[in-house]
């Protein structure tokens, strides 16, 4: 059930009757009882009118768009329905809200263009109309229906996605999928510019540098990306960094699909499958203070299958593990001099070495010598 | 193209807060909006329109009791203006419910505007004629409804959380108009204010907010007002109906933030309801500010518990010494955290080992940096902070070679950080992983999680129910740390019967291979290591720690970790926080 609606119902302002429930998908859905507490809020006073409604009432949300059409043509000078949907009170309803409002456009359009509600014979088209959405709605989130010569009813049900967060330069986007799935020619050209560049191991500026693009396009092309779960990011990878398991780590025993998929991943190609114990043991090798380097040396032989960087990319996009980053922070210092502006303890180390463009180990010689700078793990 | 919502704290605290509060009555005389929170008025108007354009809705740049942050003032403005567009009377209208929907939850949501509130019907005694009390005016007042606006995206939990808040001032409400006719007096004069304005508005054409002016003689007003500026701060509402009634509410994502994340109350709730006795409760702020806090007539156990309370004692422990049951110190613990007065930590220990947050605010600029030092001069955060940039043990951390003041004092100073969600605790978790079996590379028994195995067994079984029914005595010397290996009935390969249900007990939860695996580790030939082993493998799948173990096995540490080693080819171990309390310290985001 793609978009958890249980019934569209199409309410109007009878000349003598009052407000009312013409037609509903299916019948009897919306009792009376349910109709009196909440007309109101279906066929509206005028300020009202246009405005996305959601009410709540006995346990049901009715989402409607209430319309009015002044002609003195019509009966009291007024056309006033209302085409609206209904679903459980606990359901989110925000991704219905633009399909309400574009059916509240389509039926006004074609009231203006052939009276195509206020006149009876074409009125009760709406009742197979309604069937169809409803249907197809719930099928797929989509809907193609044509209505007359002119007119066709496009829907689709959008979800709505979280804001993804900000895409830094020092960031590592990978894919979610397999690469392969992936369709080019549905991006735009930017994007598809990248594409190539994204293996789990460049950094965004490395991408920018590479593909020719622009960096706040590549970063922007990224989040897009982000936003719709294409990829996750990481961090950059390097045998100098230090990792340690979360408690997620704990589902690679739990998890029988977390298991298969991990296995599958990090399998150096052409090798026999890794064994869960051997990269169990891998991951909970790492802490704070062990390198990956350290981690090779000390775990050759579970490593004669498993290729190490795949391991931590793995780990890090179903966060079994977490980074451990580095901030330098300057905290003696003499009155005259400038006020630190990168050694806050605001930037970590990649952030430092993306922006300024020293490598690690000149940052770490420079610092290390420092008795004013203490480094902070996290 | 997408908010860029992350950096400033005050933003996200914006999604909790409301952008209104409106109070509006049905009765004899229709539907009135009685007063709303905060108004509009006219001082100067935006400079988009012209001089001769008099908007009565237009408003003060300055903000009335509009907190003033970059950004966020011009946020806030937007939102009144989305709520410009709904006038007085379409308000009463649509939130002034017909009687039906009296007693239960309302939402409506109209375009971008949210609405949240508790409609209640207002129930009269009947007058008697004869009665000497002070004349009572004939109420006209059927229903009223005390709504909160939000914004569109508001989570569902605080959109819960406003409607309980409403709720509450309608039971209060309620329960005044009963006994005093409290609301309806507080609506004449509210209504008696706006109609005063209106009619100065068409004698000096002076457009002025009637809301404004209700303030200093309507107390309800004030309250609601006070419940609004509290929802937008500290989310901490305490309010006296009628100067008499308490209505106390707490919005749980403005209490636990930690930096620009809140800790979802679900989450607050499921840890709350993991805690086990080796807890311990740390308070966030001091006995005394705690006790000072606290209503005049609040339960005596409460007292007792924050006066016994301390960082280093564990639930159990504090039931003792503060005289009451157990459950009740977790019903108290669980209100103390609600309320963001408290959180759930492991109590303070040499072993413990603490490591930096990852969420931890470690900028050299940030205002704890500041706290710190006021606290403890002579030292900065950040050069304290490091050093727990690695793991390091409470005993590490606390130098003996120090003298004893000034070991105290890193003690107070590793409590400060936990308060302020500055560290995690690490601990030590088990997992039972036996090497695969070489014959058979298409075996993939290890591969099962041991948990599908162990099946419906309880787990929480004590030991003696496991080895069928051996006498008391037996149990307690079997399992007896002093006991020596020369006992008779523990002979290796010895038949006694303990042995063989205990052969039994591996067997019905692990494969041949691993059963075959473990009965080769030459620590697995000495029964009484072989007994502990089965006893305890039900918590080496990676969800016990050690803590917990030695808790509920009543183990020393020693006698565990021996244990843990002599079985290493068989376990991995690892280290991370504990996922139930972990949410204080780093929530998720």
């Known amino acids: 059930n793609v978009s958890s609606c249980e019934c569209i119902f199409f309410s109007e302002f009878h000349p003598t009757l009052g407000p009312k429930i013409t037609y509903q998908v299916p019948e009897e859905y919306i009792s009376r009882e349910l109709f009196d507490t909440v007309q109101v809020y279906i066929i509206t006073k005028p300020e009202l009118q246009n405005k996305l409604i959601t009410v709540t009432a006995m346990g049901k949300k009715l989402i409607g768009c209430p319309v009015c059409i002044e002609h003195k043509k019509y009966s009291r000078n007024a056309l006033l329905f209302n085409l609206g949907l209904v679903c459980d009170a606990q359901t989110n309803t925000c991704a219905l809200e633009p399909i309400v409002k574009k059916l509240s456009g389509y039926l006004t359009t074609l009231e203006l263009e052939s009276g195509f509600i206020s006149k009876e014979e074409s009125k009760h088209k709406l009742l197979p109309i309604m069937s169809t959405l409803l249907e197809e709605l719930n099928a797929t989130g989509a809907c193609t229906l044509p209505i007359d010569e002119s007119n066709t009813i496009h829907l689709k049900l959008i979800q709505l996605r979280k804001d993804p967060p900000i895409v830094q330069e020092y960031d590592v986007p990978v894919f979610t999928q397999c690469k392969d799935h992936f369709i080019k020619s549905q991006w735009d050209l930017t994007t598809q510019q990248i594409l190539p560049y994204i293996d789990g191991f460049r950094h965004i500026q490395k991408i920018s540098a590479e593909a020719d693009v622009e960096l706040n396009l590549v970063r922007i092309a990224v989040q897009n990306l982000l936003y719709y779960g294409v990829v996750t990011l990481v961090s950059i990878f390097q045998y100098s960094n230090v990792y340690c398991t979360t408690p997620k780590v704990q589902s690679l025993i739990d998890d029988k699909s977390i298991q298969e998929e991990c296995l599958n991943y990090v399998t150096k190609q052409g090798h026999k499958r890794a064994s869960l114990r051997d990269v169990f043991q891998l991951y909970c090798g790492l802490s704070p203070g062990t390198t990956v380097r350290d981690l090779c040396s000390r775990y050759s032989l579970q490593l004669q299958n498993v290729d190490e960087r795949r391991l931590i990319q793995f780990g890090l996009m179903k966060s079994l593990i977490r980074r451990l980053q580095k901030y330098p922070v300057k905290v003696i210092r003499d009155e005259r001099s400038r006020p630190p502006r990168l050694y806050t303890g605001c930037h970590s180390y990649d952030e430092i070495c993306c922006k300024t463009g020293i490598t690690y180990k000149e940052l770490d010689e420079r610092l290390e010598n420092d008795s004013n700078i203490v480094i902070c793990w996290k | ?589």
Request: aromatic share 8%; with cysteine.
């Open chain 2, 1 to 589: 193209m997408y908010s860029q919502s992350q950096n400033s704290v005050y933003k996200s605290g914006d999604k909790t807060s409301p952008i209104s509060v409106i109070l509006v009555s049905s009765g004899s005389r229709g539907n009135k909006l009685l007063f709303r929170y905060p108004f509009q008025r006219v001082a100067e108007y935006p400079s988009s329109l012209t001089a001769k354009q008099r908007n009565p809705y237009a408003l003060n740049t300055a903000g009335d009791g509009l907190e003033d942050q970059d950004g966020d003032s011009r946020y806030k403005l937007c939102l009144i203006f989305l709520l410009k567009r709904f006038s007085d009377i379409i308000l009463s209208t649509i939130l002034a419910t017909k009687s039906d929907m009296c007693g239960k939850k309302f939402e409506l949501k109209i375009d971008n505007v949210r609405f949240v509130g508790h409609p209640t019907l207002l129930q009269h005694p009947p007058v008697s004629k004869t009665d000497p009390s002070p004349k009572r005016e004939m109420p006209t007042m059927i229903l009223f409804n005390v709504v909160f606006a939000l914004r569109t995206n508001a989570d569902p939990s605080v959109i819960s959380c406003m409607h309980n808040l409403s709720r509450r001032i309608a039971i209060a409400l309620q329960h005044e108009e009963r006994r005093c006719q409290y609301l309806t007096r507080e609506a004449k004069l509210m209504l008696a204010a706006q109609d005063e304005i209106t009619t100065m508005t068409e004698m000096d054409g002076s457009p002025q907010s009637p809301f404004r002016q209700i303030l200093p003689k309507c107390k309800l007003a004030r309250d609601l007002k006070e419940a609004y500026d509290s929802l937008c701060t500290t989310g901490v509402v305490r309010l006296h109906i009628n100067n008499w009634l308490e209505v106390s509410f707490c919005l749980p994502h403005k209490i636990h933030r930690i930096g620009s994340n809140y800790i979802p109350p679900e989450a607050l709730e499921r840890s709350l309801k993991a805690i086990r006795p080796y807890h311990a409760l740390l308070l966030l702020e001091s006995e005394k500010a705690l006790l000072s806090q606290l209503p005049l007539d609040c339960s005596p156990a409460m007292v007792r518990l924050i006066k016994t309370s301390s960082a280093m004692k564990n639930l159990q422990q504090l039931a003792q010494d503060a005289d009451l049951a157990l459950l009740q110190i977790f019903q108290i613990a669980a209100h103390l955290v609600y309320w963001g007065k408290a959180i759930i930590i492991y109590p303070l220990c040499e072993n413990n080992v603490y490591m930096l947050s990852p969420h931890a605010n470690i900028s050299l600029y940030s205002p704890l940096a500041e706290h710190f030092t006021q606290h403890f001069p002579g030292y900065d955060l950040p050069s304290m902070l490091a050093k727990f940039s690695l793991p390091v043990s409470l005993a590490e951390f606390r130098n003996p070679l120090e003298a004893p003041a000034q070991e105290a004092y890193l003690i107070q100073m590793v409590v400060w950080m936990l308060q302020h969600h500055l560290l995690i605790q690490l601990h030590t978790y088990v997992c039972l992983l036996v090497p695969p079996s070489e014959e058979e590379p298409g075996l993939r028994d290890e591969d099962l999680p041991l948990a599908a195995r162990v099946g419906g067994r309880s787990l929480s079984t004590p030991s003696a129910l496991s080895f069928g029914s051996p006498t008391s005595s037996d149990d307690m010397t079997l399992t007896s740390p002093s006991m020596d290996n020369s006992s008779a009935e523990l002979l290796p390969g010895g038949d006694s019967p303990l042995n063989k249900r205990m052969t039994e007990t591996l067997l019905a939860s692990l494969s041949e291979h691993e059963r075959q695996v473990i009965l080769n580790i030459p620590a697995a030939q000495n029964p009484e290591d072989l007994r502990m082993f089965a006893r305890l493998l039900h918590y080496f799948r990676g969800h016990h720690h050690l803590e917990e173990i030695m808790y509920n096995e009543n183990m020393r540490r020693s006698q565990l970790k021996t244990l843990l080693d002599k079985f290493r080819s068989v376990l991995v171990v690892t280290n991370h926080e504990d996922p139930i309390i972990s949410i204080f310290q780093s929530p998720m985001e």
